[in-house]
């Protein structure tokens, strides 16, 4: 998984995230939150609540998918058993990419 920082349109920016295998999508994939949600590596620093706004390239397709959602899951750095530093983010109603999929 490739992630960006861009722009500052919250005092984050926009997280730009390329996803280019399956098997990188189901382990980012967070089923167990409602609406579904992605676990997105970044060494920005996220509070919980926090709104984010994702534009999500997904293996062969061409365009990325513009996701807002809100930060449900911190993963702080050195955290145990070498879990990556990141954020789990939930989407909301309206922005939910798989149903997109469906």
């Known amino acids: 998984m490739e992630t960006t920082n861009q722009g500052a349109t919250s005092k984050h920016g926009i997280l730009s995230i ?5 098997a990188v999508l189901h382990s980012a994939y967070m089923p167990f939150v409602e609406n ?3 676990f997105i ?24 998918m513009p996701i807002s ?4 899951w911190l993963t702080p750095l050195a955290a145990q058993g ?3 530093q990141g954020i789990g983010v939930q ?3 309206k922005d939910n990419p798989a149903r997109e999929k469906n």
Do not use: C, H, Q, W
Request: charged share 30%.
């Open 18 to 22: 390329s996803i280019k295998k399956l």
């Open 36 to 38: 579904g949600g992605l």
């Open 41 to 64: 590596p970044t060494r920005k620093l996220y509070e919980m609540g926090d709104e984010v706004f994702i534009l999500l390239g997904l293996m062969d397709e061409s365009e990325r």
């Open 69 to 72: 959602g809100i930060v449900v």
């Open 82 to 84: 070498n879990r990556a």
């Open 91 to 93: 989407f909301t109603e």
